[in-house]
């Protein structure tokens, strides 16, 4: 197959119950889209029948690639496979589920066509999500753009196209705890929002339990700002100073007589004190477990097989400057197949399609 001009990415983990539909509106869009494109699915160690329905999708359609990660490594970082071994001038990653719309897709091309190198989904509403889960979203983005100094679009989720070379400059970003929609933020280029309803999910239920958001959530955080750590120094220098206020106020009261038993006083400090104590140990703890699981500079994944994938070619890595603009894609040249990229990629089995295999024999 030629270079395809756009790659589809979808992470999958247990979603046999939306796979036949996602199939189907995949279908439509690709037809609508008019375009060389592949999709690629990345089934992130999914334990259902995830794996086998993709199998038998890639056997009818060529341009459905699959790759199956050994085990669940978590959204993120099956997004990141994927646009690792993506191929498309133009790469949009997309969940399963069907709330990003496929046919929005058609929009984030047009916008790209016209230059922009990051087209991002931006959620004018969110449907079928519990108020918790809207409320909890908008507090945080709204926080997190505060407290870090890069710009990040508000209500924005994963979904979004990428040039070339947004793909090119992600690839040098393999940070462990990965926060991808701000690693795209921090890449720069030029970024637009088309707007659009999110949808519920057609079936299953979400992948994303509370305390997966909330560990989501510190790694946005903890990626990208190190004001938690500075908040201690400055909390630590509010309660010295507060503490050399008391310590005044107690020996005047000494001198002056007025000496109490103060039990109160002194549970009350004690504890206070200790809590801050350990919340801040508790931040330093987040920010030095960063730093130990990124020093161990382990592959962000590991992939176990390989469907509708050609056979890795000589290791070669695109550069950036390899790359052309989004927009001129006519005039520049091909520069590396970067299927033939990855590190483990290339050592996973080559499975292909029953089609194709027989087509070789
Ligand atoms: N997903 C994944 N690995 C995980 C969790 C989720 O690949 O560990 C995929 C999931 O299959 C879906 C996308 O990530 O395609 C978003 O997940 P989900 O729809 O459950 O999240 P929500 O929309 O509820 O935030
Ligand atoms: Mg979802």
């Avoid at 999958?12 to 539909?21: G, S």
């Avoid at 999708?57 to 997004?79: C, D, K, T, V, W």
């Avoid at 690693?183 to 720069?188: E, I």
């Avoid at 382990?298 to 000589?314: D, G, H, S, T, W």
Wanted: charged share 25%.
């Amino acid at each position: 197959m030629p270079r395809p001009e756009l790659s589809l990415v979808i992470p999958i983990y247990n979603e046999e119950k939306v796979l036949p539909r996602l199939d189907v509106r995949l279908r439509e869009l690709l037809g609508a889209l008019a375009m060389n494109a592949e999709v690629i699915f990345v089934d992130d160690g999914s334990k259902d029948r995830s794996l086998e329905f993709l199998r038998g999708m890639a056997a009818r359609e060529p341009r459905y690639r699959a790759l199956s990660l050994s085990r669940n490594f978590g959204h993120q970082r099956a997004i990141s496979c994927g646009m690792d071994a993506s191929r498309g001038r133009a790469v949009v990653v997309m969940d399963a589920d069907l709330q990003d719309p496929p046919e929005i897709i058609v929009e984030m091309v047009a916008r790209w066509r016209e230059g922009f190198d990051v087209v991002y989904g931006r959620r004018r509403s969110r449907d079928g999500e519990t108020f918790f889960k809207v409320v909890t979203a908008k507090i945080f983005y709204r926080v997190f753009a505060a407290m870090i100094p890069i710009e990040v679009p508000l209500d924005t989720g994963d979904f979004r196209l990428m040039s070339r070379r947004v793909i090119v400059a992600m690839r040098e970003l393999r940070e462990t705890h990965r926060f991808v929609r701000g690693l795209v933020a921090w890449v720069g280029f030029k970024q637009t929002a088309v707007e659009y309803d999110r949808a519920a999910r057609v079936a299953g239920e979400t992948k994303y339990p509370f305390s997966k958001m909330l560990a989501f959530a510190i790694d946005g955080i903890a990626s990208f700002s190190i004001l938690p750590l500075r908040a201690a120094t400055y909390i630590g220098l509010l309660v010295g100073f507060a503490s050399v206020l008391y310590a005044i106020i107690a020996v005047i009261s000494y001198l002056a007589g007025h000496t109490v038993p103060g039990w109160t006083t002194t549970v009350v400090l004690v504890s206070f004190l200790f809590s801050v104590q350990l919340l801040m140990t508790g931040v330093l703890g987040e920010y030095v477990g960063r730093i130990y699981e990124q020093v161990k500079e382990r592959p962000l994944y590991v992939v176990a097989e390989r469907i509708n994938f050609k056979r890795a070619r000589r290791r070669r890595f695109e550069t950036l400057a390899g790359v052309a603009p989004p927009a001129n894609s006519a005039s520049s040249s091909d520069p590396v197949d970067p299927s033939s990229l990855e590190t483990l990629v290339g050592v996973a089995p080559d499975v292909r399609g029953p089609s194709v295999t027989k087509a070789i024999r």
